[in-house]
Nanobody
């Protein structure tokens, strides 16, 4: 059974940074396009960034230039480096396959940006 485990969230002030990690177990990680999604209170889940099997990334306009997605196929892990965080980035962050999540969703990791 495939499991997604996200970690690295927390509370930071505007302008701060966080690095999220997501480990995938129980499947062949390297064959998947992976993505990070987020869901803010009262809003639908949105795709933030995705990374192809050849590590080519794409980003939502709202995070372009501030977030960086990367992957380590040897460790079955995808990362999201988030810099210059804004209050609008506050959400629960999830990883899954991209551009749509076909695996069972994990619990996510909470990111709160507030002064």
């Amino acid at each position: 059974q495939v499991q997604l485990v996200e970690s690295g969230g927390g509370s930071v002030q505007p302008g701060g940074s966080l690095r999220l990690s997501c480990t995938v177990s129980g499947s062949i990680f390297s064959i998947y396009v992976m993505a990070w999604y987020r869901q803010a209170p009262g809003k639908q889940r949105e795709l933030v960034a995705r990374i192809n099997t050849n590590s080519s990334p794409t980003y939502a306009d709202s995070v372009k230039g501030r977030f960086t997605i990367s992957r380590d196929n040897a460790k079955n892990t995808v990362f999201l480096q988030m810099n210059s965080l804004k209050p609008d980035d506050t959400a629960i962050y999830y990883c899954n396959t991209g551009p749509t999540g076909i695996l069972s969703w994990g619990q996510g990791t909470q990111v709160t940006v507030s002064s």
